[in-house]
């Protein structure tokens, strides 16, 4: 028996920037119909690899094999026409077009919408993606999109396929939906590389794993007979970090409290709010799972003070601060990490010390009027000394910071506030592994002094590590916070659609397919 | 009363035309995320140079159209090289184009500030135009309004059917994810410059070819701002912005009227009327901000370099 001809072989491809190697040196080889994995954290140099392969970048050195030939891609669309199709993180669609303009403007072929549609039906149904394409792509859920991203692929009958963490915007349905629809693909001969940071999905999915660190391989697995220890430790260079979560033995009241929040969008595509309640106590963290886009931003800014409420719907402490504006809410002590680092977290082009005063001023950091700044510079140096914030002091602006770096300072200086609740929303998201677990850790750590903690992530591993209750936000409503014990990702995922009443039932699974399909 | 009123809608066609070509050619570049305030520039160089072919030739319109084409796609480029390739700010880029058109028309108009035109004689189409009533509005025109009816019908046309006009208007939406997906940006947001310039120039040339045939300083007295103005009120809609542009246009041949009939009313208000006319019922037509923000192309006026 000869071995085959592998579809896509990478030997020795480098590509240096400025600053950083992001490839040095990298070689991997994908066989006909082979799922092949490239693990690596952030900034380890997947996606530059990637966009290698689909022309986007061009190599400083090394070649590229398809099909046993030597090729030279200058721009995606040459990759198309090569039969490499890629999936993007953050999609590359247009919202004020219909799913089948979206996917003409890919193809290379006469215009023909009415044809076209009837196409995408097709393609769609026989992978088990179904779409509607006259749908207007403002209005799909992240996971449509999504399909009509993959269908767009399929469409060009690719040889090779990439997908760029095709599973952080998904419920765990919709995973194991992707999965199978990818399974089908390569058993008709399609190769797949599939970039991603989550050991267990590459593990059930994919044959062949070549781990990324640092731009390097460091080293080629079958992750089957690997275990997430060992992948991780090829992954970031030692061994997976865990929280510890003590019971918390100090006095149990509720702190927050919200009741029959109901919001009506800000802005166009918004959503709406329906009667939302909940309760945060003392030495708990609350966890808000769901996919963004499902009422998250409008919840949290009815809770941070940004978008007013009604007097009565949140209190603290039984005190009603529905009406009191952001200012007037963290001088009562309730604090907000937002989602947006850079900009709203943060102000790019200030320093710590600078960044530090936007929040802490009522640390004593004003004195007649006037600003102190030796002592804004203070608690800068102490937040990066304490939360290990790399490569900072308090004159280093925050644009500098890497996303972890940054939010472990943010995160950092909300926690010296000393707050009695504290409100986070997507705590690690783009953050690294470490950093991930030191922010974990310094959550759980902070809930456990006694203050009421809420969560909000669209990581249902992460709030199942470090939250005490978890409810689950879907189309403007919130389902009851229930016990981690109580809950899997599969129960969660069922709300995730949407479907707070018929979670325990298994018709419930078919049941959620066609209502997200309709959604 | 309707063979006062024919004249005067008969007229109405002719005075929207600078505006309908203007305003398509800006139409279009906007769809592409690009807004090139430069048009009266634009405008004024196709004029002049339309003008001078014109007037050196003695073919008139016939070449004096295609050559203000020309000098408007040239101006345009102008600001592609600097808004596009560059990524300089649109708005100052497209300003200074005006600026810099006002100029360079009035110093070669010197040459032919005592000049004039034969100017168009209308043509009737056979049978069409013995309609009564519609047949002498519609079909008793010069040959260039009735290429002001085939830009409108080619350029909704090619927005609404084509391919092309698909990829336009994902342009003008996220520039980022076309070239993603592998279109050269750059090289289309040119075309659709190049297309406005060359559309700016026709109107230009319509003006001092046709419409008043003789070349006077700064003879595009504001349309080329009407025109950008048109496009926004629009809501980026061709079949909005030849209602506008006929609105100006009728509100322009009655205000003569009035001057002729000796109305008692300064002649600057009068003048002004078209103007203000066409922006005030605009605004009202377009006061719905969604139907404005849903069709806005949303990277209009953004830099981007890929």
Not at chain 1, 39 to 52: D, P, R, W
Not at chain 1, 131 to 152: A, F, K, T, Y
Not at chain 1, 380 to 393: Q, Y
């Amino acid at each position: 028996m000869t071995t085959p001809v592998p579809r896509l072989e990478l030997l020795h491809v480098t590509k240096r920037y400025p600053t950083i190697v992001a490839n040095d040196d990298v070689s991997l080889s994908v066989l006909p119909g082979e799922i092949h994995a490239v693990l690596g954290e952030n900034g380890a140099g997947k996606s530059t690899l990637m966009k290698v392969i689909y022309g986007a970048v061009k190599a400083d050195s090394g070649t590229m094999m398809l099909d046993g030939h030597e090729v030279s891609i200058a721009n995606p669309a040459q990759a198309r026409r090569l039969g490499i199709g890629m999936v993007f993180q953050h999609f590359s669609l247009f919202e004020t077009l219909t799913v089948a303009e979206n996917i003409a403007l890919v193809l290379d072929e006469p215009f023909n919408l009415p044809a076209l549609a009837s196409r995408v039906k097709e393609v769609s149904e026989h992978y088990g993606l179904p779409l509607d394409p006259n749908r207007m792509v403002h209005s799909l859920s992240v996971g449509e999109r999504q399909r009509v991203e993959i269908v767009r692929c399929l469409l060009q009958k690719p040889k090779l396929l990439i997908l760029d963490e095709p599973t952080s915007v998904l419920t765990p349905q919709a995973v194991i939906k992707l999965f199978e629809t990818l399974r089908q693909l390569a058993s008709e001969g399609v190769s797949i590389l599939y970039i991603s940071h989550k050991l267990h999905e590459i593990q059930s999915l994919c044959d062949h794993a070549t781990i990324l660190r640092n731009g390097r391989v460091t080293g080629k697995a079958v992750p089957r007979e690997e275990t997430p220890a060992s992948l991780a430790r090829m992954m970031i260079g030692r061994e997976l970090p865990v929280c510890e979560a003590p019971i918390y033995e100090g006095e149990h009241r509720p702190v927050l409290t919200v009741r029959g929040l109901s919001l009506l969008p800000t802005s166009q595509f918004g959503t709406e709010l329906k009667d939302i309640s909940l309760t945060v106590n003392t030495g708990e963290i609350l966890g808000i799972a769901g996919i963004s886009g499902n009422g998250q931003a409008e919840l949290l800014s009815a809770l941070s003070g940004e978008a007013a409420t009604e007097r009565d719907v949140i209190r603290l402490n039984g005190k009603s601060i529905g009406h009191l504006d952001a200012g007037e809410r963290r001088a009562k002590g309730i604090v907000y990490v937002p989602e947006e680092r850079l900009g709203r977290g943060a102000v790019p082009p200030l320093s710590l010390g600078h960044n530090a005063l936007l929040t802490a001023h009522r640390q004593g950091m004003k004195n007649w009027g006037l600003v102190r700044y030796g002592k804004a510079r203070i608690y800068a140096d102490e937040c990066v000394n304490r939360f290990d914030v790399r490569g900072a002091d308090a004159s280093t602006n925050a644009r500098a910071l890497s996303g972890g770096n940054l939010q472990k300072f943010i995160v950092g200086r909300e926690i010296m506030l000393k707050p009695e609740v504290m409100i986070v929303a997507q705590p690690t998201w783009g953050v690294d592994v470490g950093a991930s677990a030191v922010l974990r850790q310094a959550l759980i750590d902070l809930s456990r002094t006694g203050v009421a903690i809420l969560v909000v992530s669209e990581e249902l591993e992460e709030l199942f590590e470090i939250a005490d209750r978890i409810a689950v936000l879907a189309q403007g409503r919130l389902s009851p916070a229930r016990p981690r014990g109580e809950l899997n990702a599969e129960k969660v995922g069922l709300q995730m659609a949407g479907l707070f009443d018929h979670a325990e039932t298994t018709p419930a699974a078919s049941m959620m397919e066609t209502k997200h399909a309709s959604a | 009363m309707i063979e006062h009123l024919i004249p005067i809608l008969a007229g109405t066609l002719g005075a929207a035309v600078p505006l309908i070509f203007a305003g398509l050619g800006e139409l279009v570049t906007e769809r592409t995320g690009v807004i090139n305030l430069g048009v009266e520039g634009m405008m004024l160089v196709g004029a002049i140079a339309g003008f001078a072919a014109a007037a050196e030739t003695g073919h008139g319109a016939a070449i004096g159209l295609p050559a203000g084409a020309l000098a408007g796609a040239a101006t345009a480029m102008i600001f592609a090289f600097f808004a596009l390739s560059l990524a300089a700010n649109q708005a100052a880029c497209g300003l200074a184009l005006t600026i810099f058109g006002i100029g360079l028309s009035a110093f070669i108009g010197q040459h032919y500030i005592s000049y004039s035109l034969p100017g168009l004689k209308p043509i009737a189409i056979p049978l069409l135009s013995d309609i009564p009533v519609l047949g002498p509005i519609l079909f008793k025109q010069d040959w260039v309004v009735y290429l002001s009816f085939l830009a409108f019908a080619g350029v909704a046309w090619t927005l609404t059917k084509t391919r092309l006009g698909l990829l336009l208007k994902a342009i003008g939406e996220s520039p980022e994810s076309a070239h993603s997906i592998g279109y050269p940006v750059i090289s289309i947001r040119f075309g659709a410059v190049a297309f406005g310039g060359a559309m700016a120039g026709i109107a230009g040339a319509y003006l001092s070819t046709v419409y008043t045939p003789l070349w006077v300083q700064n003879m595009s007295a504001g349309r080329g701002w009407i025109a950008v103005a048109l496009v926004v009120f629009a809501s980026w809609k061709p079949a909005r912005l030849m209602l506008g542009a006929y609105l100006f246009g009728a509100v322009t041949i009655l205000q003569f009227h009035a001057q002729g009939l000796g109305i008692m009313v300064p002649v600057q208000f009068l003048a002004a009327l078209p103007y203000v006319a066409t922006i005030v019922v605009l605004v009202i037509i377009s006061r719905d901000r969604r139907v404005l923000q849903n069709n806005l192309p949303a990277s209009l006026g953004k830099p981007f370099l890929p």
